[in-house]
C-alpha cells in the first residue's frame, strides 16, 4: 500500500483546512487508517484513526470536535477536515494504513507540513 498525503499549507488561527490522503496498491487489505502529526522538536502523536469498513472514528483529546476524520472508499482516500486550528496545531501531518487487523501501521505516508499562524 502507498500512501500520498497533501492539503498541507499556512493559515491563520481559526481558520480550516482539510488534508487528503490518497491510497494505492493493496488498497483491499486496509484495516483502518489514520493520521498522526509531529510537531516540530516534539515526538509524532496520534490524531485520529477511521475504520475502512464501517467508517467509525476515534479523536485525540486535543481534536475532538474541532477535526473530523473521513473517507471515500471509492476514490482510496481519507480526510481530515480541521476546523478552529490553533498555532499549536502546527506540524506535519502524516498518515497512515494498517492492514494488520488493528495490530500495527504498516504503511506510511511523506507527511504534510500544516502551520497556523497569523
Known amino acids: 500500500v502507498q500512501l500520498q498525503a497533501s492539503g498541507g499549507g499556512l493559515v491563520q488561527p481559526g481558520g480550516s483546512l482539510r488534508l487528503s490522503c490518497a491510497a494505492s496498491?493493496?488498497?483491499?487489505?486496509?484495516?483502518?487508517m489514520g493520521w498522526f502529526r509531529q510537531a516540530p522538536g516534539k515526538e509524532r502523536s496520534f490524531v485520529g484513526t477511521?475504520?475502512?469498513?464501517?467508517?467509525?472514528?476515534i479523536y485525540a483529546d486535543s481534536v475532538k470536535g474541532r477535526f473530523t476524520i473521513s473517507r471515500d472508499n471509492m476514490k482510496n482516500t481519507m480526510y481530515l477536515e480541521m476546523n478552529a486550528l490553533q498555532p499549536e496545531d502546527t506540524a506535519v501531518y502524516y498518515c497512515a494504513a494498517d492492514d494488520s487487523g488493528g495490530r500495527r501501521w504498516s504503511y506510511w505516508g511523506q507527511g504534510t507540513l500544516v502551520t497556523v499562524s497569523s
Open positions: 496498491g493493496r488498497t483491499f487489505s486496509i484495516y483502518r
Open positions: 477511521i475504520s475502512w469498513s464501517g467508517g467509525s472514528t
